[in-house]
């Protein structure tokens, strides 16, 4: 069989001479491009004809490439973004915080400012919980005896007063708020210097005051204050404001809603106000009822001693019968004077009943009828007998 090579090799100039054509042809644009840089158009037209086909070849690669950037960005991003939450949260805990604190730090500078500005010593003190009694309005504090609550006290925050000392143990004490059905307290219209008493309502959280005249000096937006009557609450603290008042019928009497100007659910610190002030005297007690023979005898006015026993009776002499003529007796002594008649009889209606005399009281002896004798006297009794 016979090898023969192919058209294109049997017609034309053999290969070296086409080799050298070619690579003398090269160098010739070679030369022209770095000198005259002639072939730049021409090179413009070939990139701008060529860059489809170079993208359509690069595209597999940059899928793949795009590919494995996705998976791993996605990882990175949850990775971040679990960071990103984590640091969030702990954050917002910091921030919450933060601003307790802040909002703890402005309720404190407020209740020194307070302070300073009460006419009577007061003493910081916390909430630590509210009380078991679901129906009553009363929270405990960490001040007790041995810091020297006593009962009584008024509470206050910055705004006003919160409530009054219920309870005292050694540690804590017991405060009932303002609001408590059970508490009441003097006030003061700030406006018209009208006085009253303000009762708690409740859970309702708001103040009334009751039994009062339907012409009273009393509109919405006025401020009530401790008006001090009671002793116990200093005069001039802020209470409660108006919010409504109520118009009844006429001769009845109306009444006054107010609310409270002391945050009784929003602090967890307090001032307690530790009175100084002296009690009122009270007016001298009445004298007891007499109840037997010793309380009577405290009510009896003062006497003379009791004379001791008189002497026991002597029988009297024989009486000299009447001289005649009026004449005087031989012994001297003086004439018997004659008995007078007896008064007429007054009505039955009208006689009282004769006065009996004492059974131990002996019939009274003129001095010169006595015996010259003496007669020694008779024994007093012993007590017993």
Known sequence: MEYS??????????????????????IALLVVDARLHALDAVRQ?????????????????????????????????????????????????????????????AHLRRLMDAREHLP?????????????????????????????????????DNAGVVGQVTRVFPFTSEVTLLTDKEQAIPVQVLRSGLRSVAYGRGHSGLLDLRFVAPNADIQ??????????????????AVAKVVQVENVAQGAFGRVVCQPLAGIDRHSQLLV???????????????????????????????????????PAQPLPPAAPPAANGAAPANGSAPARA?????????????????????????????????????????????GT
């Open 5 to 26: 090579p192919p058209p294109l090799f049997k017609q034309g100039a053999p290969a070296r001479v086409k080799v050298t054509v070619f690579a003398l042809v090269s």
């Open 45 to 105: 037209v070939a990139a701008t004809v060529l860059y489809p086909l170079q993208m359509a070849a690069l595209v597999p690669r940059d899928a793949m490439s795009n590919m494995g950037d996705y998976f791993s960005s996605v990882s990175a991003l949850q990775k971040e973004v679990r960071e990103l939450k984590s640091q969030q949260v702990a954050q917002a805990q910091a921030m919450q915080q933060a601003q307790l604190q802040m909002a703890e730090n």
């Open 120 to 156: 009577v010593r007061s003493m910081m003190s916390e909430i630590l919980y509210d009380a078991r009694d679901p129906s009553t309005r009363r929270v405990v504090l960490d001040r007790g005896a041995r810091a020297g609550v006593k009962l009584g006290l008024p509470v206050i």
């Open 220 to 237: 919405v937006g006025d401020v009530l204050v401790t008006s001090g009557l009671d002793g116990m609450y200093p005069a001039g603290l």
């Open 273 to 311: 106000v530790m009175s100084d002030q002296p009690a009122a005297a009270r007016p001298p007690e009445a004298a007891p009822k007499a109840t037997g023979n010793t309380s009577s005898k405290r009510n009896l006015p003062k006497m003379d001693p009791v004379p001791p026993l008189p002497l």
């Open 339 to 383: 008995p007078a008649p007896a008064p007429a009889p007054a009505p039955a209606a009208t006689v009282p009943a004769p006065a009996r005399a004492p059974a131990n009281t002996a019939p009274a002896v003129p001095q010169a009828a006595r015996p010259a004798t003496t007669v020694p006297a008779a024994p007093q009794p012993k007590e």
